[in-house]
């Protein structure tokens, strides 16, 4: 499937700045030992940089898909654009790495869409009722990706 989610024309404060950095590392650290992070399921996921080629890696928080693979949500906290790792996955979908409960999986990352999508997302929104806050911030859809270990 594509990665084709356009950016909206409104939305909330991207999450930014120096201060954001040293959170997400923070942060990355203690998924990398627990899986979760403040009582919500976490992973470290790694891509590759779509114009840099490096790797860059992101905490997320992740949801259970069928047959065991892991749903997340491109939701940049409800901001108008989307989160700079959704268009690395959109790069290089097949160069995606993650890092739970001291596991590392290589796994491949598609977008879901239509029915698939809508599913999934009633579920996200059940467990976690922020992402439908988030996506009442923006106009965009928030898209929902599927990880699947390869």
Known sequence: MTFDTPAGTRGGRRPGGRLFIWFNKLMARRIRRSGSFGGFNALVLTTVGRKSGQPRTTPVGW????????LIVASAAGAAGNPAWYYNLA?????????????TYDVTADQLHGAEREQAWKEIVTKSPRFAEYQEK?????PVIRLKSR
């Open 138 to 142: 923006t106009d965009r859809q928030l």
């Open 63 to 70: 949801f259970p898909g069928p047959d065991g693979t892991w």
């Open 91 to 103: 790069a290089h979908p097949d160069q995606v790495r993650i890092e739970l409960d001291g596991t």
